[in-house]
């Protein structure tokens, strides 16, 4: 894959596309990003606690290439939203299942989605 002069940002739907044309491996994982507790009072507060550890966090799931390079990072989430529903937020399994055919390898927090993609999301066992 091959950046085009002034193309920087780039949609889910995008980065599948180009995946699949150029028959490159992806690499998906999620990861947290620690904020300030919210203040109290706030009705979704607790929606932003995840884990053992209890910390306040919010969630983002990271696209890259088989080269490494990042190629999509998605808004965030709460924290306590799992790495596989909000892939599925996002619309990756739709997109796997209708698109191009991808080899997406990802972490045991998207198991699930290689059986409703036909197999394109590949998790440890």
Known sequence: MH?????????LTEVIGRL????????????????????????DRDTFIFGKNKQNAVKSMIFTGGDG???????TAPGSCADVTHA???GLV?????G?????????????????????VVTPP
């Open 20 to 43: 699949g044309a150029s028959g490159q491996t992806g690499i998906i994982d999620g990861t947290d990003i620690r904020v300030r507790r919210p203040a109290a009072g706030r009705k």
């Open 94 to 98: 739709r997109l796997l299942a209708d």
């Open 69 to 75: 390079r990042l190629r999509f990072c998605s808004p």
């Open 88 to 90: 599925r937020e996002l």
């Open 3 to 11: 950046d085009q002069p002034g193309v920087r940002l780039w949609t």
């Open 100 to 120: 191009p055919a991808v080899e997406i390898l990802a972490d045991a927090g998207y198991q699930g989605p290689g059986a409703q993609t036909g197999g394109r």
